[in-house]
C-alpha cells in the first residue's frame, strides 16, 4: 500500500496559493486604508493630527455604535427565546400535573 503523498503535495500546494493571495488581498487592503487608518506624518503639523485622531475617535464611535446595536439585537433575541422556552415549560408542567392526576388512584 501505497501513501498518497501526490495528493497531499498537491493539496499543500493550493493551500500556499490560496494563503499566498489571501496575503496579497491583505496587503492591498492595508495599503489603500493607510491614508486613513495609518498614524500620519511626524511632520504633519498639529491640527492635522488633530483632524486625524477625530477621524479615527470617528471610526471609533460608529463602530462601537453598530456593535451596540448588533448586541442590543441579541439581547432581544435571547430574551424572546428565553420567554418562549419559559412558556413552553409552564405548558409541559401543566400536563405533568394533568397527567399525574389522571394517572393517581382516584384521579
Do not use: C, K, N, Y
Not at 477621524?55 to 453598530?66: E, I, K, N, S, V
Not at 439581547?75 to 394533568?98: H, Q, S
Amino acid at each position: 500500500m501505497t501513501l498518497p503523498t501526490a495528493d497531499w503535495a498537491a493539496a499543500l500546494d493550493r493551500m500556499a496559493a490560496a494563503t499566498g493571495r489571501a496575503l496579497a488581498e491583505l496587503d492591498r487592503h492595508t495599503a489603500d486604508r493607510a491614508a486613513v487608518t495609518g498614524p500620519p506624518a511626524a511632520a504633519d503639523p498639529p491640527g492635522l493630527l488633530l483632524a486625524w485622531l477625530e477621524r479615527r475617535l470617528d471610526q471609533w464611535d460608529a463602530g462601537l455604535a453598530a456593535a451596540a446595536a448588533v448586541a442590543a439585537g441579541a439581547e432581544r433575541d435571547l430574551a424572546d427565546r428565553e420567554a418562549a422556552v419559559g412558556r413552553w415549560r409552564d405548558g409541559f408542567a401543566r400536563w405533568r400535573d394533568l397527567i399525574e392526576q389522571w394517572v393517581a388512584p382516584g384521579g
